[in-house]
Nanobody, 121 residues
Framework: QVQLVESGGGLVQAGGSLRLSCAAS????????MGWFRQAPGKEREFVAA????????YYANSVKGRFTISRDNAKNTVYLQMNSLKPEDTAVYYC??????????????WGQGTQVTVSS
């Protein structure tokens, strides 16, 4: 099983940018499909983006398409989420997930502990 540690969250003004990182440990970490999810207070966790091991297949939620970019560096066993044009509704705890297939809310082999992103208006 792969272990995941997120970093890069923080407080930013609307319109600003943040880059989240998810460091994966484990011998086969680079073979996993990696995803980002988020959970706002009082709401269910939702899918944000996912990327396959080679980076050739990328998926985004409609709410972040055109503003967020997911990428990965397999040499560093790290996946990134570049978030631009942030909105107050992007405020949430962001989680990294890994699975042999595209991770979903109900199916992911590993989850990170989460990193808080707060966007002020």
């Amino acid at each position: 099983q792969v272990q995941l540690v997120e970093s890069g969250g923080g407080l930013v003004q609307a319109g600003g940018s943040l880059r989240l990182s998810c460091a994966a440990s484990g011998r086969t970490a680079s073979s996993y499909v990696m995803g980002w999810f988020r959970q706002a207070p009082g709401k269910e966790r939702e899918f944000v983006a996912a990327i396959n091991w080679s980076g050739s297949s990328i998926y985004y939620a409609n709410s972040v398409k055109g503003r967020f970019t997911i990428s990965r560096d397999n040499a560093k066993n790290t996946v990134y989420l570049q978030m631009n044009s942030l909105k107050p509704e992007d405020t949430a705890v962001y989680y990294c997930a890994a699975d042999s297939r595209i991770p979903t809310i109900n199916r992911a082999e590993s989850w990170g502990q989460g990193t808080q992103v707060t966007v002020s208006s």
